[in-house]
T-cell receptor, first 112, second 114 residues
Framework: GEDVEQSLFLSVREGDSSVINCTYT??????LYWYKQEPGAGLQLLTY?????DMKQDQRLTVLLNKKDKHLSLRIADTQTGDSAIYFC????????????FGPGTSLSVIP | NAGVTQTPKFRVLKTGQSMTLLCAQD?????MYWYRQDPGMGLRLIHY???????AKGEVPDGYNVSRLKKQNFLLGLESAAPSQTSVYFC?????????????FGPGTRLTVL
């Protein structure tokens, strides 16, 4: 079946690196995404990776994809208090309507 | 551009009442989606639309209906609200033919059914 799993909470100190992990089950994923949700707001695309890549770097963000283990991670370097939010892992499947499956979200708390 | 807007932002209903949530986008996007967000469960797709005049069921469509009479608007209706429909509802839109399929989300509607 289709399922995306993430741990629900992560707490880090300001200035440290944060690593948010995600596992997914469907091997037909085309794109994998990280969305960020700030309090009281909708989700916003943070970054994405195509399924034939294993790494993508974008400023403080590094995405690692291990297709064999169906594992995706998001590393945030030099984590700031403004990074406190909920981070959703999501996978896009090959279906008739671009189906996207979202994980439950990881709530990141940054301690000053 | 306002992006994706949702009306209302908050609503409290009694069991059995009906209401309509409105989603509007001004980006000329083809695809639109309605999700519900519940604690620890991520987003679950209720209904979606791949173009004006078309709608289809998602994962959790029971108790909801939708309409997309105009390309820019996607309406979600609850005919007889139940406490299990207490949730935060998000609308999203996607440009047609987008290789990345970035979903643009509205700010959400927080619905409580008593």
């Amino acid at each position: 079946g289709e399922d995306v799993e993430q741990s629900l909470f992560l707490s880090v100190r300001e200035g440290d690196s944060s690593v948010i992990n995600c596992t997914y089950t469907d091997s037909s994923s085309t794109y994998l995404y990280w969305y960020k949700q700030e309090p009281g707001a909708g989700l916003q695309l943070l970054t994405y990776i195509f399924s034939n890549m294993d790494m993508k770097q974008d400023q403080r963000l590094t995405v690692l994809l291990n297709k064999k283990d169906k594992h995706l991670s998001l590393r945030i370097a030099d984590t700031q208090t403004g990074d406190s939010a909920i981070y959703f892992c999501a996978e896009r499947l090959k279906t008739s309507y671009d189906k996207v499956i979202f994980g439950p979200g990881t709530s990141l708390s940054v301690i000053p | 551009n306002a992006g994706v807007t949702q009306t209302p932002k908050f609503r409290v209903l009694k069991t059995g009442q009906s209401m309509t949530l409105l989603c509007a986008q001004d980006m000329n996007h083809e695809y639109m989606y309605w999700y519900r967000q519940d604690p620890g469960m991520g987003l679950r797709l209720i209904h979606y639309s791949v173009g004006e005049g078309t709608t289809a069921k998602g994962e959790v469509p029971d108790g909801y209906n939708v309409s997309r009479l105009k390309k820019q608007n996607f309406l979600l209706g609850l005919e007889s609200a139940a406490p299990s429909q207490t949730s935060v509802y998000f609308c999203a839109s996607v440009p047609g033919g987008s290789p990345i399929n970035e979903q643009f989300f509205g700010p959400g509607t927080r619905l409580t059914v008593l």
